[in-house]
């Protein structure tokens, strides 16, 4: 899925571009897809430790396959905005995914199993930035950016297909009732807001400031591509009197952000094992802490480069995300019981999907409103305030009290 997800993902702004769109048009996408994603958490939190894991996933992604053909029949961003809308609304597994992942984990093996698990993603993407290259190098951006997509519509399909071979991984499950699930909304919004109450203070605390991270993140994650196409200029000049997909010098930038692509994937293979040894060797918050004060330059560095410091930033932002991860996965397992991971993987994941729609919002807005460079401005200092959250409110559990 993640390879197949990545092939259209490389040129995924450009593509909304081409259709008419706008760095704020991309905010509003990722607005509508994160508050419909935010909608459905609870209730899946709630359907995983009530009813199992394995269900929710082996057959809703069934639907997140499906709804990428708004994507590659989109004859206007306003397509990717139903499609992407809709994928949100099917990812109502995605607590019980987390979940049986934190499930299938030993605690002492937790940092490298979100590692090695994050690197076999990885690894598995890297071609992706080639073949997107590859289909609109041979098709063009736009009708190569279709086949990508129907591509992903057909992995999806063979992908979930083999989720239906899953085994469930909690021990008490009940037998699903479809009236009382559909009718678990308020209770479960109820249950995944006081779950924070019996759950460790530190807890809380670890949440609050990844919601400060993901936050900054979401304001320029989209805008990356653009930047480095029209502010950078990675390909030259565009040209104002042509359409973005007969602009030579964006056809060399999709051509370079490619092989910047494969870099990042590259460099995130390479920092996996290492990053899973040093989190379950030094422990999760010294780790956590690290990656954030790694963003600060790598973003830096980014906004006043050119596209050979491109690569410097993207195993600066590589490092920060593997080690952001897998430090903060293995600690928030750490802190919360296993019956109730469902329920704060759906909090968790509720509240991450709000910030990160206000977050694109905003991002796409300041670029548009006040300078391109006002986002990426941002997001250090949050990365900043996050940090020092981590560092003087989160205490980490020793190893013989981690939960199992």
Do not use: C
């Not at 394995?54 to 905005?81: K, N, Q």
């Amino acid at each position: 899925m993640d390879f197949a997800r990545e092939i259209p993902g490389t040129y995924y702004s450009d593509y909304i571009i081409q259709l008419g769109g706008s760095p704020t048009i991309i905010g509003l996408i990722s607005l509508f897809s994160m508050l419909a994603l935010a909608s459905i958490q609870l209730p899946g939190g709630y359907l995983a430790d009530k009813y199992g894991r394995r269900w929710l996933i082996s057959t809703l992604t069934f639907g997140v396959a499906l709804s990428h053909i708004f994507h590659a029949a989109a004859p206007s961003w306003h397509f990717i905005l139903i499609g992407e809308t809709i994928k949100s609304l099917f990812h109502l597994y995605q607590p019980a995914l987390d979940a049986m992942m934190a499930d299938s984990l030993p605690p002492e093996k937790r940092g490298m199993g979100f590692s090695i698990s994050n690197m076999i993603l990885v690894v598995s993407t890297t071609p992706a930035p080639a073949i997107a290259l590859l289909l609109i190098t041979i098709y063009g951006s736009l009708t190569g950016m279709r086949i990508a997509y129907a591509v992903v519509t057909i992995l999806f399909l063979v992908a979930a297909t083999f989720r239906l071979k899953l085994r469930e991984s909690t021990e008490k499950s009940e037998k699903l009732n479809l009236k009382e699930a559909l009718s678990s909304y308020p209770k479960a919004l109820r249950e995944g807001i006081d779950v924070w109450k019996v759950v460790p203070r530190s807890t809380l605390f670890l949440f609050v400031s990844q919601l400060i991270l993901q936050f900054s993140f979401a304001m320029i994650m989209n805008l990356f591509l653009v930047y480095s196409f029209y502010v950078l200029q990675i390909g030259g000049p565009p040209d104002p009197t042509l359409a973005p997909q007969q602009d030579p010098a964006l056809q060399l930038a999709r051509e370079r952000w490619a092989y910047v692509g494969i870099a990042f994937s590259v460099s995130i293979i390479a920092l996996s094992i290492p990053t899973g040894k040093i989190v379950d060797r030094i422990g999760r918050k010294i780790p956590l802490v690290l990656s954030g004060t790694l963003m600060v330059p790598a973003i830096l560095i980014f906004v006043y480069g050119n596209y050979l410091t491109l690569f410097i930033t993207l195993i600066l932002a590589g490092f920060f995300m593997i080690l952001s991860s897998s430090s903060y996965s293995a600690l928030l397992v750490d802190l919360v019981p296993q019956a109730l991971r469902g329920k704060v993987a759906g909090s968790t994941n509720f509240f991450s999907s709000i910030f990160m729609a206000i977050g694109g919002m905003i991002g796409g807005v300041l670029y548009d409103n006040v300078s391109p460079q006002s986002p990426f401005f941002l997001t250090p200092i949050l990365t900043i305030l996050s940090i020092l959250i981590t560092a003087f409110r989160v205490h980490e559990p020793k190893p013989e009290e981690r939960q199992a």
